[in-house]
């Protein structure tokens, strides 16, 4: 990771194909740097460890898809993504994955072996280290850091050179994959809740504070940076109403799309205020994720569905118009960068407390934001929501992105709306929100790795998860 985190980058995106932002849109940005790397692709050998994550999630996560969609150079985000390795196979393209017995030193690390047209083979090694964020850590074994931030340039005819400017003759464009480019020129104000209340005081709105960091960063001006949020909206809109119509997908291997079936019992529901409608919105939003449909991995896919959950019910009735509901994005997106300023996104690090407890703790911070709280009072907010998930293990069944991923963002979001009540009603957590990130990173590194979104413990090593798996015939999905 750069030096500091970004709210487009990192913790509001990437808008990504489904339905994991570490397994899906992770390899199809690794598979396009890839591609560009070597001026397109005749062949490829993904290597993955039998005892890393890739071994449980290739095909029920679609990280075959994924690698694949890459290689031809798509974007994370391409409708082709879910077909990627039957159009890699009608334009002769071999794509081939192969489980390796030796253990790789990140759970998220793949060898790539790959051709381009001049046949030369590269060996490429990467890593896919949470919220669709990558790094290339290695080309024909000379050492390299490229996460695809910035365009670069690269040539091998003396060996491998990487150049941010043009060479002179020869050498490829690598594209960036983000949609705000690095500047390492660049720097925000503060990096965390206890800098930017002591750089801004008690008074100013975490929206605010979220602006001026971003427009730091990103070199933007507010006008664009709300642009953009507005676009965030718009795609989780359209996921929302997206998840309404999946009734059937070959997609899903063990439940059925439960959000009409909510959306038509909702008389049946115990009051619950915006939660009522939440639920169906973030149900409906991850069932849309599971069936390969564009979402915002807010922080990640596997936890898209809270902000919206809590964001869309408001904006639907009128409450908050859109450039309210923009800038308490950005407010979440301020807390998300906290998080991977101290700790991480990645599951497979962390557990699922570094996704579903960070979009909580985000979407508690835009909540109270939006009831006009200032800054601190948004992380108090933020805090509780995390430290009331602290622990949350990643246990996904057959290694999918169903069960308990689904059911897990409405309990995000009930969770945040409570601690947003909490501490506008003036209930102080005492732990300040970087101390709770902090703790969320120590725990994650004490999880054993059964519980890091392996699918070897917790929900899916039970006998009844062991029998879906086996009869799904362990996950294999034709794409």
């Not at 970004?6 to 899906?24: E, K, Q, R």
């Not at 062949?43 to 031809?72: H, P």
């Not at 835009?366 to 622990?391: I, K, T």
Request: charged share 20%; with cysteine; glycine share 10%.
């Amino acid at each position: 990771m750069n030096a500091y985190a970004d709210i487009l980058n990192d913790a509001l995106g990437p808008v990504m194909t489904g339905p994991s932002s570490s397994h899906t849109a992770g390899p199809a940005r690794i598979g396009r740097i890839i591609h560009d790397l070597c001026g397109g692709l005749v062949r490829a050998e993904i290597l993955y460890s039998r005892s890393g994550s890739y071994a449980a999630t290739l095909s029920g996560q679609a990280s075959d898809r994924g690698f694949a969609a890459g290689l031809l150079g798509m974007a994370c985000d391409d409708p082709r993504l879910p077909e990627a390795v039957t159009i890699a196979r009608g334009k002769g393209i071999d794509i081939r994955f192969r489980e390796v017995e030796e253990p790789f030193d990140h759970p998220n690390r793949a060898a790539v072996r790959a051709a381009g047209p001049d046949g030369v083979e590269h060996r490429i090694e990467s890593l896919s280290v949470g919220g669709g964020n990558v790094r290339i850590t290695a080309v024909d074994g000379v050492p390299v850091d490229l996460d695809g931030r910035r365009p670069v340039f690269i040539r091998f005819e003396r060996g491998l050179e990487i150049s941010e400017t043009p060479f002179d003759r020869g050498g490829r464009l690598v594209r960036g994959v983000t949609p705000v480019e690095y500047d390492p020129s660049r720097r925000p104000p503060f990096l965390t809740a206890k800098e930017a209340t002591e750089r801004l005081g008690g008074k100013t709105a975490l929206s605010e504070a979220a602006l001026l960091y971003e427009m730091a960063v990103s070199g933007w001006n507010e006008k664009r940076v709300l642009a953009y949020l507005d676009h965030l909206l718009t795609v989780m809109e359209e996921a929302a109403r997206g998840g309404l119509k999946v009734r059937d997908s070959d997609h899903f291997r063990f439940i059925k799309p439960s959000a009409p079936a909510l959306a038509a019992s909702r008389d049946r529901f115990i009051p619950s205020g915006i939660l009522d409608e939440g639920i169906i919105i973030a149900t409906a939003v991850m069932e849309h994720d599971r069936a390969m449909g564009v979402i915002v991995a807010a922080p990640t896919a596997g936890s898209a569905g809270v902000l919206p959950g809590v964001l869309l019910p408001q904006l639907r009735s009128g409450r908050i118009d859109r450039r309210q509901a923009a800038r308490a994005l950005a407010a979440a997106g301020l807390v998300g960068v906290f998080v991977l300023q101290g700790a991480t996104f990645a599951a497979e690090e962390a557990g699922c407390q570094a996704e579903n407890g960070t979009a909580s703790a985000m979407a508690a911070a835009a909540l109270s934001d939006l009831q006009g709280a200032p800054a601190p009072v948004s992380f108090r907010a933020a805090a509780l929501a995390l430290s009331n998930m602290l622990g949350l293990v990643c246990d996904p069944v057959g290694g999918g992105v169903e069960i308990p991923c689904i059911s897990r963002n409405s309990a995000a979001a009930a969770n945040a709306v409570v601690s947003a009540n909490l501490a506008l009603g003036g209930f102080d957590p005492l732990i300040p929100l970087d101390e709770v990130i902090a703790a969320m990173a120590e725990v994650g590194r004490l999880l054993p790795s059964s519980l890091r979104c392996t699918a070897r413990g917790g929900l899916a090593a039970t006998p009844t998860a062991c029998r879906l798996a086996h009869s799904s015939k362990e996950g294999e999905i034709e794409s």
